[in-house]
């Protein structure tokens, strides 16, 4: 059973900063992380994600602005978000995949860009 959870949320203007991390019970070692979010009448949408060896992709809407990166020692994938807009409010959620067991999910943590 692993647990995930989210910090880092709040309430940022336009253009500014924020990191989420996202702290696994369990080791993240040889898991694929994800980080999604869900924006208020919207559905859930892939953010992006980084596999077991670093590599990462990301959605086209914040590529170039966001950062996904992976601490194995410390069980910790974190989100690094830039240049943040209005269009960005949405509840962030962290997801775990590991093939031939399963998907986990933390609780979510709110960012909300507002001026």
């Known amino acids: 059973q692993v647990q995930l959870v989210e910090s880092g949320g709040g309430l940022v203007q336009p253009g500014g900063s924020l990191r989420l991390s996202c702290a696994a019970s369990g080791s993240i070692f040889s898991t694929v992380m994800g980080w999604y979010r869900q924006a208020p009448g919207k559905q859930r949408e892939l953010v992006g994600h980084i596999g077991s060896g670093d590599n990462t992709m990301y959605a086209d809407s914040v590529k170039g602005r966001f950062t996904i990166s992976r601490d194995n020692a410390k069980n910790t994938v974190y989100l690094q978000m830039n240049s943040l807009k209005p269009e960005d409010t949405a509840v962030y959620y962290c997801?775990?995949?590991?093939?031939?067991?399963?998907?986990?999910w933390g609780q979510g943590t709110q960012v909300i860009v507002s001026s």
């Open positions: 997801n775990m995949v590991r093939l031939l067991e399963g998907t986990y």
